[in-house]
């Protein structure tokens, strides 16, 4: 069945730096994939997708590349804020796993 | 916008009793589905629903858990005898193709 790996973190930033969350899948056929993301006390909400190969998925500032080459869906921000603090799961359709999450920690 | 509805938002219950938790789904979503999110770990898929039945259920939906459609908006998860490691957050998702979405969650209390 399809599986995610991602980094799992804790990840400490601070204010205004890029980041990079990894995340790599394994799946027979080509998955739609996605990131999550859950703010403190809440519940889950949808960052972004990409439904096939070479998508790019965008919403906040962040950005992920669907890259069938290297089985990858890297989560990225170039200049994160405080109030991205979060922890943030990558996911992947056909029964929807997602990986371990990991909790960003954004310092002023 | 519509969204996924969830009651109770906690539930405190006492070890070997009964809890039903409760989804609304949104309204033309086919397929339906239970996650737990035991405090700080990862989410954990439990079960899927589409057309009145279950499509595929994880190594932890064993027979203390059930699901049911009771009517055409309810989509409902059962746990019988709960344990203490039963406490955590439980997220009902429905969809209408491959994107899920989520509802506020359920904290079940197990003492």
């Known amino acids: 069945g399809n599986s995610v790996t991602q980094m799992e973190g804790p990840v400490t930033l601070s204010e205004e730096a890029f980041l990079t969350i990894n995340c790599t899948y394994t799946?027979?056929?080509?998955?739609?994939l996605f990131w999550y993301v859950q703010y403190p006390g809440e519940g889950l909400q949808l960052l972004l997708k990409a439904t096939k190969a070479d998508d790019k998925g965008s919403n906040k500032g962040f950005e992920a590349t669907y890259r069938k080459e290297t089985t990858s869906f890297h989560l990225e921000k170039g200049s994160v804020q405080v109030s991205d603090s979060a922890v943030y799961f990558c996911?992947?359709?056909?029964?929807?796993?997602f990986g371990a999450g990991t909790r960003l920690t954004v310092k002023p | 916008e519509p969204e996924v509805t969830q009651t109770p938002s906690h539930q405190v219950t006492q070890m070997g009793q009964e809890v039903i938790l409760r989804c609304v789904p949104i309204s033309n979503h086919l397929y339906f589905y239970w996650y737990r999110q035991i405090l700080g770990q990862k989410v954990e898929f439990l079960v899927s629903?589409?057309?009145?039945?279950?499509?595929?259920k994880s190594e932890i939906f064993d027979d203390q858990f059930s699901v049911e459609r009771p009517d055409g908006s309810n989509f409902t998860l059962k746990i019988r005898s709960t344990k203490l490691e039963d406490s955590a957050m439980y997220f009902c998702a429905s969809s209408e193709m491959n994107e899920q979405f989520f509802g506020p969650g359920t904290r079940l209390t197990v003492l």
């Open positions: 629903f589409y057309n009145n039945e279950i499509s595929e």
């Open positions: 799946a027979t056929g080509y998955p739609s």
């Open positions: 996911a992947g359709d056909n029964d929807m796993r």
